[in-house]
């Protein structure tokens, strides 16, 4: 069935940015399309939280902890949602997980999730 790749995680300061990419994998491409995209993230312990959202037009949801300070956005011609985050804060720290949906509604993809820590 395939899964999408999480990339872009890493350790960086309260206040700093990073961009998270979602990417569909070969066999996700030849599936068919991708609809919406969601971004979730899960801290240690605690259950998973969604983050934000874009839909197959581009249409986006934040979670209230975010708004104003993440940005989603997709380059279908690069097959990748991409995760713009800024003003971090230490409450941002946890794994990051991209989940894509078939645009026909049958696939359900997951990735293995990236690494981000917020130091104060």
């Known amino acids: 069935q395939g899964q999408v790749m999480e990339s872009g995680g890493g350790v960086v300061q309260a206040g700093g940015s990073l961009r998270l990419a979602c990417s569909a994998s070969e066999s996700m491409i030849s599936n068919g399309p991708i609809g919406a995209v969601y971004w979730y993230r899960r801290v240690p312990g605690k259950q998973r939280e969604w983050v934000a959202s874009?839909?197959?037009?581009?249409?986006?949801k934040y979670a209230a902890s975010v708004k104003g300070r993440f940005t989603v956005s997709r380059a279908n011609a690069e097959n990748t949602v991409y995760l713009q985050m800024d003003r971090l804060q230490p409450a941002d720290t946890a794994v990051y997980y991209c989940n894509a949906k078939s645009y026909s509604g049958i696939y359900d993809y997951w990735g293995q999730g990236t690494h981000v820590t917020v130091s104060s």
């Open positions: 874009i839909s197959a037009g581009s249409d986006t």
